[in-house]
């Protein structure tokens, strides 16, 4: 499973500065992602996972917006020295991103195969005949029949599950090396996830390009990630390869979440384990574990000083002061 | 403590408190500008039946456009009824008086999807949750009225300091408290709740189910659980009624449509959903379906399922199947199977 280093992330920290203060969206993440690998990022809502993805594709509006620190090595080229210019060229050509919501993410007074063929124009100078057989090859690539008449048609035209796929399709266009999937399937339904999932599947496995799938669902990531970071209030405080996350989850808050998690495939023997209380408050400065006021294991050490990630078992990093085995400090 | 073992469900006895008979819901699609004419219609919800015990929680599911949440907005008579009954508590609904309604009203309560959207953002607190005490003129003095809203508080978890507080305040997990406060003022029996987790994080959805089940323990409250997440709704409800198109497919025992689903669509489904296990989610055997949901307005003929059906025959799209008992306790409509 080792993979020659496509991205590293190193120490990115993003604050906002609105009017009631400072939030405090990222704080210090570093990731790896190598050369066809799949990588999964798991968090709730304003756990930094989007955002950290948003600011080494440089789409961080600044400001408000700043970045306070970090290094993002594509092909060991840092994204954050690179010029504006320069950065339009990776964008789209070496990393694509796929987003949550297709209807806001398609333009919609533009034909779907215009804004497929805009890509292809753009980043490898094709005209507009080449473009449009390309568009055709690529709609059909992702499963959309009647490729033709589709690529005509405007996004409202398409249902959700079409548009993701007409998403994906443009973000194919120049064949990225890295895929960047921002919870693509959380607005479909399950059926349709799990069309969209196999045929991303399918297009990794045949185009050999590394993925980083951004999602809340522990269950969508089991089948497809090969390592798994999860994310907490701005912080990584697991990463793992994927079996481990599961089997051997080290991190509180890791094994919470998993145990609030009901299953489809079990009978029912207990009521849900909740976790109290909700995230922390981005706009306070974060200050000891982020996730003590929640844990059951936290002690004094643990509101006092932040663990850093360290790695304790093999492929297994946790930041954590506690050995959830044990219920004791490690 | 019932609904908290496995053991809980005897569907034996017919206390029923709800009762739905042939429910049809269509919504008229109209065309042109001066004068409207009706083209055709949305066959939302397409001839449903079913009966909810008292104390049982009944979960509905389906894709999204496939009528469940129509089917429990027309039970509670928030649209008008097109053919077919609905009989809560003994009272039909598309038959009652003034008076009838207004206790069907104070009876059966709804759970909003929408933490952000139901509630009103000009209100405070405790004009919310006070609203159904006044409506239904549970409690006569103002003060009354304060320690009740007090109390429902407390129950649903929030602290009664916030009682002054505006929706806005909140987060989605709180909100959705305040939606179940609500809900309960009017001391309800039946309570539908359509999605009422599915905007909550999944830290967050653990609580309110725990809550609901707690509720349900202490009031003997009965659910209608409308929700996509198949995950969640096995573990919540007693049975599972499956939906497709408008009409209902398949309705048995939990474990029973869980471990031993007999309708291709609930097979199709069950399979997509992704189990959190590593393991597990590699050697499964996923069935794709292909293609989207067919439109309501022109629903495929015979059985809605067939264009999409993997096991589909002749059969399937010359008659609609009948509704029947295939095991004890576990209907179905299906041809082939």
């Not at chain 2, 219609?41 to 929680?57: L, M, P, Y």
Request: net charge neutral; proline share 7%; aromatic share 6%.
């Amino acid at each position: 499973m080792d993979h020659q280093s496509l991205l590293e992330v190193n120490d990115l920290r993003t604050r906002f500065h609105i009017a009631e203060g400072v939030v405090y969206a990222v704080n210090g993440v570093s990731i790896k992602v190598g050369e066809g690998e799949t990588l999964a990022v798991v968090g709730e809502s304003g756990c930094g996972k989007s955002v950290t993805m948003m600011s080494v594709m440089r789409l961080i509006p600044m400001p408000p917006g700043e970045l306070a620190s970090g290094q993002a090595l594509f092909r060991n080229r840092d994204l954050f020295k690179l010029t504006e210019n320069e950065m339009e060229h990776v964008r789209g050509k070496e990393m694509a991103m796929v987003f949550q919501d297709p209807m806001t993410a398609l333009n919609p007074v533009l034909t779907v195969g215009r804004q497929i063929g805009e890509t292809l124009r753009i980043h490898l100078g094709m005209d507009e005949r080449q473009s449009h057989d390309r568009a055709v090859e690529l709609i059909a690539q992702v499963g959309i029949p009647d490729p033709e008449r589709r690529l005509s048609e405007y996004p409202h035209q398409f249902s959700g599950g079409m548009r993701q796929r007409a998403m994906i399709a443009m973000s194919l266009a120049c064949a990225p090396s890295l895929l960047i999937a921002d919870e693509p399937t959380t607005a479909l339904d399950v059926t349709i996830q799990a069309q969209i999932i196999e045929l991303v599947k399918r297009l990794r496995d045949d185009l050999g390009m590394a993925i980083i799938w951004i999602t809340h669902d522990l269950g969508v990531v089991a089948g497809l990630a090969e390592r798994v970071n999860v994310m907490y209030s701005g912080f990584i405080v697991e990463e793992a390869i994927v079996d481990e996350i599961y089997e051997h989850p080290l991190h509180p808050y890791t094994h919470a979440l998993l145990e609030a998690l009901p299953r489809i495939d079990r009978r029912r023997d207990r009521r849900l384990r909740s976790i109290p209380g909700a995230p922390p408050n981005l706009l306070v400065a974060p200050h000891g574990c982020p996730f003590a006021p929640r844990c059951d294991y936290a002690f004094e050490r643990c509101r006092q000083e932040n663990p850093q990630l360290e790695l304790i078992a093999p492929h297994h990093k946790i930041a954590c002061w506690v050995d959830v085995s044990t219920g004791k400090p490690r | 403590m019932t609904p908290a073992n496995e053991t809980s469900t005897s569907i034996a006895n017919n206390d029923y408190l709800v009762q739905v008979n042939q429910l049809v819901k269509h919504f008229p699609v109209l065309q042109g500008l001066v004068i409207e004419r009706q083209v055709g219609s949305v066959k939302a919800v397409d001839g449903i039946s079913f009966n909810i015990t008292r104390g049982e929680t009944l979960g509905m599911v389906g894709e999204s456009g496939c009528g469940k949440t129509t089917a429990g907005r027309t039970m509670l008579g928030l649209y008008p009824i097109t053919s077919g009954s609905v009989k809560i508590s003994g009272i039909e609904v598309n038959k009652a008086d003034r008076q009838q309604l207004l206790t069907i009203r104070r009876k059966a309560q709804m759970i909003f999807q929408d933490p952000y959207g139901s509630l009103n953002p000009r209100w405070t607190i405790s004009g919310i949750i006070g609203e159904p005490i006044r409506v239904h003129r549970l409690l006569k003095s103002n003060k009354e009225r304060n320690e009740r809203v007090h109390e429902l508080m407390l129950l649903v978890g929030l602290s009664p300091r916030l009682i002054n507080r505006f929706p806005h305040e909140f987060s989605g997990g709180q909100r959705q408290r305040i939606g179940i406060a609500r809900a309960l003022a009017s001391e309800p029996e039946f309570i539908v709740c359509d999605e009422p987790i599915s905007a909550l994080d999944v830290s967050i959805q653990a609580q309110v189910v725990n809550l609901l089940e707690d509720l349900q323990d202490q009031f003997g409250l009965t659910y209608l659980f409308i929700a996509h997440d198949l995950s969640m709704v096995r573990h919540i409800c007693d049975r599972v009624a499956v939906m497709y198109l408008g009409g209902i497919v398949e309705l048995a025992e939990r474990n029973e449509l869980y471990e031993n689903p007999l309708h291709p669509y609930t097979v199709a489904l069950l399979s997509a959903v992704p189990i959190p296990d590593p393991k597990k989610d590699r050697i499964r055997q996923r069935i794709i379906l292909s293609g989207d949901v067919p439109s309501p307005i022109n629903p495929p003929s015979g059985c809605h399922f067939h264009p999409r059906c993997p096991l589909a025959a002749k059969v399937c799209s010359e008659a609609p199947p009948v509704w029947r008992e295939a095991a004890p306790n576990h209907w179905v409509a299906c041809h082939v199977i």
